[in-house]
């Protein structure tokens, strides 16, 4: 069989060998994976311990754009990691700050389980613009030990939750759940919308596969992409970060098949390879599988904002997984460049959102089985 048949079976099947795009391309199974960062439970410095639990958040291609800096015995810098950016497909680095956020829902979270009080100090330096990431913390942190903090039940969720990037099951998600949702508590301005209208069911797809087509049609905003892709297991054990085959639920026997004879680096950069159309098409089946969709959407786009739309998708991802949902950001149309403007905008008016708002989290919601977890770097890569 052609590589290219392969590849073209294996689509229509529903399993993919690239995947798009996604905030979420970091995720974690319901077990711990080969590959899997274990939480440092052990480590003497209350501050290590709870980072190796703010680490697991979902964050943008699962670059882990983190940087701590310890300071007193209770207090520790953040800081975005310039080195793990994303300037083709998150120019403004939109993303990369909501992924800031999502440590700092998961840090607090944390926190609270081992009885400390997280004070939390936004841009203690000053906030900087969207157009530019200066060298200045996004937030400083202060731990206080305090015996009547309450541990937060999503604690529970924060090492087996994931993004979960599989085609959806057909099970209908009752309105009464949908419901539960959306009276979930939020951070700041944001605000939630969740649908299961057939309209949207049927829409949504559509514009979604359109945006892949466009973020992939031009070679560098792919090749971002393809970068952080693990091609085999010795690529996810020498970078520990990025995604693979193995967040498509392939495993064993078929992974391995996959990974050694039908898919290379070298392949899936060429202009015009399989992996460009497989990956609209992919799309467009995950989208067309959910069973609902959410977005959230905020009055103002200051990096602030941003963070505080990243503390709150943490929290909605932590919520699903509770309650045994499946969950996948498709950030692709929401990207700020200009050959997604037009669209974008069609997005916007389908949405009826104000052009005076910014829709900072798409994401489609279903029953799926949960997929292979994907590794994280050692705390120490992410101390200065």
Same mark, same amino acid.
């Given at each position: 069989m052609q590589r290219r048949e392969f590849i073209r079976i294996i689509g229509a099947t529903g399993s993919s060998l690239t995947l798009p795009i996604i905030l979420g391309a970091c995720g974690h199974a319901g077990t711990i994976g080969k590959h899997k960062t274990t939480p440092e439970n052990r480590s003497e410095d209350i501050r290590l311990r709870l980072i190796s639990y703010a680490i697991l958040a979902p964050n943008a291609h699962n670059k882990q754009p983190w940087l701590i800096k310890l300071q007193s015995k209770q207090g520790f810098l953040l800081y975005v990691d310039q080195e793990r950016l994303l300037p083709?497909?998150?120019?403004?680095?939109?993303?990369?700050?909501?992924?800031?956020?999502?440590?700092?829902?998961?840090?607090?979270?944390?926190?609270?389980?081992?009885?400390?009080?997280?004070e939390i100090n936004y841009f203690p330096q000053g906030m900087y613009a969207n157009n530019v990431i200066e060298n200045?913390?996004?937030?400083?942190?202060?731990?206080?030990?305090?015996? =009547?903090?309450?541990?937060?039940?999503?604690?529970?969720? $924060? %090492?087996?939750?994931?993004?979960?990037? *599989?085609?959806?099951?057909? /099970?209908?998600?009752?309105?009464?759940?949908?419901?539960?949702?959306s009276t979930m508590p939020l951070t700041g301005e944001t605000q939630l919308q969740l649908s299961n209208r057939q309209r949207d069911l049927q829409t949504l797809p559509g514009l979604m596969s359109r945006a892949m087509a466009i973020e992939v049609s031009n070679h560098h905003r792919h090749m971002e992409t393809i970068k952080m892709f693990r091609f085999n297991d010795e690529e996810v054990k020498r970078y520990r970060d990025g995604f693979g085959i193995g967040q498509t639920g392939k495993s064993g026997f078929s992974k391995w098949l996959i990974e050694s004879l039908f898919i290379s680096r070298n392949d899936a950069s060429q202009p015009g390879s399989a992996f460009i159309q497989q990956?609209?098409?992919?799309?467009?089946?995950?989208?067309?599988?959910?069973?609902?969709?959410?977005?959230? =959407?905020?009055?103002?786009?200051?990096?602030?904002?941003? $963070? %505080?739309?990243?503390?709150?998708?943490? *929290?909605?991802?932590?919520? /699903?997984?509770?309650?045994?949902?499946?969950?996948?950001?498709?950030?692709?149309?929401?990207?700020?460049?200009?050959?997604?403007?037009?669209?974008?905008e069609e997005f916007y008016q389908y949405l009826k959102v104000p052009k005076s708002h910014t829709l900072q989290m798409l994401f489609r919601i279903g029953y799926a089985k949960p997929v292979e977890h994907t590794p994280r770097r050692n705390i120490n890569a992410l101390l200065i």
């Open positions: 083709e497909t998150d120019p403004q680095a939109r993303q990369i700050h909501i992924s800031q956020g999502t440590f700092i829902e998961h840090l607090d979270i944390a926190a609270k389980q081992f009885g400390y009080r997280l200045k913390a996004v937030a400083a942190f202060r731990l206080h030990r305090d015996h =009547t903090i309450q541990p937060d039940p999503l604690f529970a969720h $924060v %090492v087996a939750r994931h993004s979960n990037k *599989r085609i959806y099951d057909d /099970t209908a998600i009752e309105n009464s759940i949908l419901d539960d949702l990956s609209i098409d992919l799309t467009k089946q995950q989208a067309g599988s959910a069973r609902a969709f959410g977005w959230l =959407t905020t009055k103002g786009n200051e990096r602030l904002t941003q $963070v %505080v739309s990243g503390r709150n998708y943490a *929290r909605m991802n932590l919520h /699903t997984h509770a309650i045994g949902l499946a969950i996948h950001p498709m950030s692709q149309i929401l990207e700020e460049y200009e050959d997604m403007a037009t669209l974008k």
